[in-house]
């Protein structure tokens, strides 16, 4: 199971009662943070995402509006006298800017903070968890940019306590190979299918964030089948050519991506606050994609 809580879903220009890009997603028993938009921290009190199990932050590109909050968490966490690893991925240039942060404020942290830079020319697996991975998506923007896939790792199967109960001989100690997948081998060497003493477990979880980009059919393949798929909406399509100058993507482009990429649901956000309601943008791309939602801060989903 993932809960993905979204802190902040706003473009760069600031609009009174919303914040920039920001969400954390909680899966494997710990919170992930993807992109770090001005006021994350207050969103992170609001919201009730616990500091302590935060270990992993993502970045996707070096624009305000994805990085400004990062400093003053980092910050804080030294002021909590944190203690345990934090783990920082995204661009290159994120370690330098770091550096001189430190420097020129005199401040050090208090717990072991890795940095992890995140190449943007090709896909690749960036994190293996014990219970999920996390792979980058290179995206096309006006600099270095990727969007990341959080996967959960195949459960084990689930005894069947009644099936089991039916064979004396199955004891405790053929468990733990039953829930891998092994079929169970009698005394006289018949064999017991697997599938008649388990259950399946439910289905891997997977999460795509996609923001920012131009519309990239190419990120298609590595998004694929998503139970939720976050894509930037910057724009409606009437303004398509401004998407295609500032290298973001209208609502009906996202829609087109959830649709071939055969998502369960699609979430769009980062909208230009030159549209008064964003239900605009939800029209058009529900048009495309029907299982469409509008970003908004504090919105929860558990999948």
Not at 22 to 49: I, P, S
Not at 130 to 144: A, G, I, N, Q, Y
Request: charged letters at 25%; a neutral charge.
């Amino acid at each position: 199971m993932m809960e993905l809580r979204i802190l902040g879903c706003h473009s760069a220009t600031p609009k009174p009662g919303e914040f920039p890009s920001a969400q954390a997603l909680m899966t494997g028993n710990q919170w992930l943070l993807l992109d770090a938009g001005e006021g994350m921290q207050m969103q992170l009190r609001r919201y009730k995402v616990k500091f302590g199990r935060i270990k992993h932050i993502f970045i996707t590109h070096l624009h305000g509006d994805h990085l400004y909050g990062l400093f003053g968490l980092l910050s804080t966490l030294r002021l909590l006298d944190r203690r345990t690893e934090v783990h920082l991925h995204g661009p290159e240039a994120l370690k330098r800017l770091l550096d001189e942060v430190f420097r020129a404020s005199q401040v050090e942290p208090t717990y072991p903070l890795h940095f992890h830079a995140v190449p943007a020319d090709a896909p690749r697996q960036i994190l293996d968890e014990k219970h999920f991975t996390v792979h980058s998506v290179p995206l096309k923007h006006r600099l270095p940019t990727t969007g990341y896939v959080i996967r959960e790792k195949p459960k084990p199967r689930k005894l069947n306590p009644e099936a089991i109960a039916r064979y004396p001989e199955i004891g405790i100690w053929a468990y733990h190979k039953l829930k891998a997948g092994e079929d169970f081998v009698r005394d006289d060497g018949s064999v017991i299918p697997n599938d008649e003493l388990t259950l399946p477990p439910p289905p891997p979880r997977q999460y795509a964030y996609m923001t920012d980009t131009a519309y990239l059919p190419d990120i298609i393949p590595h998004i694929k089948g998503s139970d939720v798929l976050y894509h930037e909406a910057t724009f409606a399509e009437a303004d398509a050519a401004l998407a295609a100058k500032t290298l973001h993507s209208t609502a009906r482009q996202a829609a087109t991506i959830a649709r071939d990429a055969g998502v369960g649901k699609l979430i769009i956000g980062h909208f230009s606050s030159r549209y008064p309601d964003p239900r605009l943008l939800l029209d058009e791309a529900r048009a495309v994609f029907p299982d469409t939602e509008l970003a908004a801060e504090g919105k929860t989903l558990t999948f």
